[in-house]
């Protein structure tokens, strides 16, 4: 028996919850994506970065001829409030991270912004399961995902690294429908 096809990972133009959107990352946004990845407090737990802004923009414009992965801002209300990146699609399996939200954020930007991640692979790619690493640091973050239904599968020097099934997907989009009533829009490039 052959292994299931990769599914397609498309960039979205824009992705619409209930408070919060997703805007397909452009070289237009290196400042602010920079800004957030060099935050002592928000980078500690991410991949280093140079702090070169044209590094940011070369990067960009890389991302904007590739397929594979969709990098998005998060908004609300018009303004940039995080980042999150979808990547490293193996069978029905999507990888996230990349995901950072400036301090100025609602309360409800994490569990709203996870909810949409969720709602976009399922729903309008097709994805069946998500895998991901966090940084064993960041345990405010892991123990999110292990809360989500996140089950650690393997841990290296510095990270934990987990899947999500589809059954586990679906019962935390119902336990917190609250953050993101019904599904998301999306809108294609």
Not at 57 to 71: I, M, N, P, V
Request: glycine share 6%.
């Amino acid at each position: 028996m052959s292994a299931p096809a990769t599914i397609r990972l498309r960039k979205a133009a824009r992705v619409v919850g209930k408070t919060l959107s997703f805007r397909n990352a452009t070289v237009d946004d290196a400042a602010f994506i920079l800004s957030l990845r060099t935050d002592a407090e928000k980078s500690r737990y991410l991949s280093a970065v140079s702090g070169e802004l044209a590094e940011q923009q070369a990067w960009l414009e890389r991302y904007a001829q590739a397929d594979g992965q969709a990098y998005f801002i998060i908004e609300y209300q018009d303004a940039s409030i995080g980042t999150v990146r979808l990547y490293d699609p193996q069978g029905a399996s999507f990888c996230w991270g990349s995901w950072v939200l400036h301090s100025s954020r609602p309360s409800q930007a994490a569990m709203e912004s996870a909810l949409m991640v969720y709602a976009y692979a399922v729903d309008h790619l097709g994805f069946a399961a998500a895998h991901f690493d966090v940084r064993k640091g960041n345990e405010r973050v892991w123990q999110f995902h292990e809360r989500f239904g996140a089950v650690r599968t393997a841990e290296s020097e510095l990270d934990y690294f987990y899947q999500l099934d589809g059954k586990a997907i679906a019962a935390s989009r119902e336990r917190y429908r609250r953050f993101l009533e019904g599904s998301v829009s999306v809108v294609f490039p």
